[in-house]
Structures are given as C-alpha cells and as structure tokens.
C-alpha cells in the first residue's frame, strides 16, 4: 500500500469472527466416529503438544504425527479432505461479515491471523472472509512479533485490533501504545477463561459477541480512553 490510512482495522479469525471450538468440536465428533475415543483422545493429544511445541494450532501436522502410529489405517487419507473441503462459511459468528462491510467505511480491513501456511489461508478463504477483506490477508507464525512487517504493508496513523485473546492484544499494546484501540469479544474458551481474563491488562472495549460492533460508533472507539470498559458504560 502507498500512502497512511487514517485508521486500519486488524481482525483475529479464529473464535473472532469464525467459531472455531465449534469446527474443533465438529473435528472430535469425526475423529471418534472414525476411528473411536481411545483414538480421538491419542489425537488431541498430539495436537495440544504440537501447540505447545509450536506456538498455535497445527491440525494438519498434527494429523501427520498421528499417522506415525497408525500408518497402515486407509481412513487417515479421508481425514485431509474433512479438513480442507469443512464447511468453514457455516462457522462464521453472527454478523461477521456485516461488521467487516461496516468497518470498511472508515478504512481498510485486514485479517491478522497466526496458523501454519495450508490450512488457515483455506480456512480464510473457504469461510467468505478473505474476500469480505479484499485480499488483506496477513498470517504469522506469532503476528505479536511481526507488526513492523503489519505496518510496513498497512501503514496507519491508527490501528483497531479484535482479538479473543487479551494475551495477544497486551503485546501489542506494548509495541504500538496509544496508537491502539484493542477490542475483546468475549466468544471462544481463551475469551471465557477466569485464569486469562485475570492473567493481563482488559482491553480498551469489551464486547459480548463481534455483531456487537456494527451498533458501536467508530469515531467513539478511536478516541476511546484506556478504560477497559464495556460499551454501555462509555461516556
């Protein structure tokens, strides 16, 4: 992009604007019907330590380690295709999409994600939200790490990230300070989790669900103090 934007949005996909625990949940049903609980519970476990390991969710490189243990089962070569061909478009929280055409009016969308480098672009994308934010598609590794690069490509006097994880929109903070309006919709287990809503600093707004911003008026939230509050409680 040449020039500044007066504002740039950064939107978080998973369990922000696509209900992620419900794909994972989807996930477990298949695994247990496929190929039994024993079977799904030995996968889970893989995939969390390959989070660990990582840094965020691997689903395909965990299905590749699971495999080492079973490499002689067929039904492993039909688990790539429930991954890739899920319907992703269903998953997309309430008001995704008009909340995306609704931001737009005051300046570009673009979708800031981590995840590896096959299966989360098919997720944007199968999902509508890849072109809902015309092509602006960054995925990192740790996009915590990577706002240079965010800003080098999107640069902006001001920056409004959504995010389910308060984790990730304290680092930013740090880095980009009062040039930052950080919003959390409350959506997803990380949102709902007592032990990380109590681990780091609120957000400059909370919101119950992300529809909730069509109604939020945005030259409010640019402004908007550090305060951590809900909307209904802003001045």
């Not at 369990?15 to 419900?22: F, G, H, S, V």
């Not at 996968?43 to 590749?64: H, M, N, P, T």
């Not at 490509?153 to 994880?165: H, N, S």
């Given at each position: 992009?040449?020039?500044?934007?007066?504002?740039?949005?950064?939107?978080?996909?998973?369990?922000?604007?696509?209900?992620?625990?419900?794909?994972?949940?989807?996930?477990?049903?298949?695994?247990?019907?496929?190929?039994?609980?024993?079977?799904?519970?030995?996968?889970?476990?893989?995939?969390?330590?390959?989070?660990?390991?990582?840094?965020?969710?691997?689903?395909?490189?965990?299905?590749?380690?699971?495999?080492?243990?079973?490499?002689?089962?067929?039904?492993?070569?039909?688990?790539?295709?429930?991954?890739?061909?899920?319907?992703?478009?269903?998953?997309?929280?309430?008001?995704?999409?008009?909340?995306?055409?609704?931001?737009?009016?005051?300046?570009?969308?673009?979708?800031?994600s981590d995840g590896d480098v096959v299966f989360q672009p098919r997720k944007?994308?199968?999902?509508?939200?890849?072109?809902a934010v015309e092509d602006r598609v960054l995925i990192y590794l740790h996009?915590?790490?990577?706002?240079?690069?965010?800003?080098?490509?999107?640069?902006?006097?001001?920056?409004?990230?959504?995010?389910?994880?308060?984790?990730?929109?304290?680092?930013?903070?740090?880095?980009?300070?009062?040039?930052?309006?950080?919003?959390?919709?409350?959506?997803?287990?990380?949102?709902?989790?007592?032990?990380?809503?109590?681990?780091?600093?609120?957000?400059?707004?909370?919101?119950?669900?992300?529809?909730?911003?069509?109604?939020?008026?945005?030259?409010?939230?640019?402004?908007?103090?550090?305060?951590?509050?809900?909307?209904?409680?802003?001045?």
């Amino acid at each position: 992009m040449t020039g500044t934007n007066e504002v740039v949005f950064l939107l978080d996909v998973d369990n922000t604007l696509l209900d992620n625990d419900r794909i994972v949940a989807d996930l477990g049903e298949h695994l247990a019907h496929e190929f039994g609980d024993e079977n799904r519970d030995r996968s889970w476990k893989i995939f969390e330590a390959l989070r660990v390991e990582l840094g965020y969710a691997d689903y395909l490189g965990a299905l590749q380690r699971y495999r080492l243990g079973a490499m002689h089962d067929p039904r492993l070569l039909l688990m790539s295709s429930f991954l890739v061909d899920y319907p992703f478009a269903e998953r997309l929280y309430p008001g995704a999409l008009d909340v995306i055409a609704h931001l737009r009016r005051w300046g570009p969308t673009v979708i800031l994600s981590d995840g590896d480098v096959v299966f989360q672009p098919r997720k944007v994308q199968r999902s509508g939200l890849w072109d809902a934010v015309e092509d602006r598609v960054l995925i990192y590794l740790h996009k915590e790490d990577m706002l240079d690069d965010v800003e080098r490509r999107y640069p902006a006097r001001r920056y409004i990230m959504v995010d389910d994880k308060l984790r990730i929109l304290a680092a930013m903070k740090q880095v980009w300070g009062d040039r930052l309006t950080t919003v959390f919709p409350r959506q997803g287990h990380y949102a709902l989790d007592p032990a990380n809503i109590a681990a780091y600093s609120p957000a400059d707004m909370t919101i119950e669900r992300i529809g909730d911003l069509i109604n939020d008026d945005v030259s409010a939230l640019l402004g908007r103090p550090n305060a951590g509050r809900a909307p209904q409680e802003a001045s």
